[in-house]
């Protein structure tokens, strides 16, 4: 079945250093995709989004990639800051219908 | 500005009993979405409606959960009777219609004891 799936479910990175969170994702029809950052005791807050007829987006210190041939997407977040830490979700969707959430990645900033 | 407004924000109920959440969307989003989170099996979708109307339940998980938006401004969740494997997070999100950007609202943490 269609499935988003990530690859690590923790990362740990060094406070100033650059993360680096991937998805895998399995629906080549998908057309959009989005990763949400979800603080403790919180609801998912979105990031940032890109639509499958780009390549690369860039946000405020965040840098979502898509690459569509290995159906492989990734958040880069530059210059990691404690508040950072999270659980970070990629998800996707196709014709703008219902997101296909990944299962998380854990991302913990190490001061 | 107000985001997506869920109430209770903690719910703590016996087996058995009915329990009742409740979700307030964004003005002017037409799309509606319940969720559940737990640990073993992340964030799953339960329901979501279009412009107050049901578009897939299939996430619901038996008979005894059920869905309303009688309204553009207010849907509920309930579950009855409640069991304990029921506790979760139950979060509400909302969207413009055409639009899958959601907005999550803060969750209702549900303990079935």
């Known amino acids: 079945g269609e499935s988003v799936g990530l690859h690590l479910p923790t990362l740990s990175v060094q406070e100033g250093d650059n993360s680096i969170i991937n998805c895998a994702y399995s629906?080549?029809?998908?057309?959009?995709f989005i990763w949400y950052k979800q603080e403790s005791g919180k609801g998912p807050q979105f990031i940032i989004d890109?639509?499958?007829?780009?390549d690369k987006r860039q946000g405020q210190r965040v840098t979502v990639l898509l690459n569509k041939t290995v159906k492989h997407l990734s958040l880069q977040i530059a210059a990691t800051q404690p508040g950072d830490s999270a659980v970070y979700f990629c998800?996707?969707?196709?014709?703008?219908?219902?997101?296909?959430f990944g299962t998380g990645t854990r991302l913990t900033i190490i001061p | 500005d107000a985001g997506v407004i869920q109430s209770p924000r903690h719910e703590v109920t016996e087996m058995g009993q009915e329990v009742t959440l409740r979700c307030k969307p964004i003005s002017g989003h037409n799309s509606l979405f319940w969720y559940r989170q737990t640990m073993m099996r992340g964030l799953e979708l339960l329901i979501y409606f279009n412009n107050n109307v049901p578009i897939d339940d299939s996430g619901m998980p038996e008979d005894r959960f059920s869905a309303k938006m009688p309204n553009a401004s207010f849907s509920t969740l309930k579950i009855q009777p409640s069991e304990p494997r029921d506790s979760a997070v139950y979060f509400c999100?909302?969207?413009?219609?055409?639009?899958?950007?959601?907005?999550f609202g803060p969750g209702t943490r549900l303990t079935v004891l």
């Open positions: 999100a909302s969207s413009l219609e055409g639009r899958a950007r959601q907005f």
């Open positions: 998800a996707e969707s196709f014709g703008n219908e219902k997101l296909t």
């Open positions: 890109i639509r499958s007829n780009m």
């Open positions: 629906n080549s029809a998908s057309d959009y």
